[in-house]
């Protein structure tokens, strides 16, 4: 059974910084692909970032680079999403999940591709 739970989500001021993490259990995480997605109400789910290995691999969203950021702590089978400067627009549900190794020719901002969800953590942003 494999589990991700993320946290760090809630209320925020626009302009702050804040660090989502996504806890993996489960598998092998230092060869697990973890994802990150948003959704908005109404709204497909939508792909943020993506990493694999140590983190030398990795794929961002072109809308959110120079904002977000992704990383990795194996030793404590984490995954981070660095958000800066987050804007009211950056309101919605955050979701990590987990596939297996890094394949290059799979296309990872696809959700479909990901096995394991995790329940998400809420992203509010006042003005």
């Known amino acids: 059974q494999v589990t991700l739970v993320e946290s760090g989500g809630g209320l925020v001021q626009a302009g702050a910084s804040l660090r989502l993490s996504c806890a993996v259990s489960g598998r092998t995480f230092a060869t697990s692909v973890i994802g990150w997605f948003r959704q908005a109400p109404g709204k497909e789910r939508e792909f943020v970032a993506a990493v694999w290995g140590n983190g030398n691999i990795l794929e961002l969203s072109e809308s959110v680079a120079g904002q977000i950021t992704i990383s990795r702590d194996n030793a404590k089978n984490t995954v981070f999403l660095q958000m800066n400067s987050v804007k009211p627009e950056d309101t919605t549900v955050y979701y990590c999940?987990?596939?297996?190794?890094?394949?290059?020719?799979?296309?990872?901002?696809?959700?479909?591709?990901?096995?394991?969800w995790g329940q998400g953590t809420q992203l509010a942003v006042s003005s």
């Open positions: 999940a987990g596939r297996g190794e890094w394949d290059s020719g799979t296309d990872h901002t696809l959700t479909s591709v990901y096995e394991y």
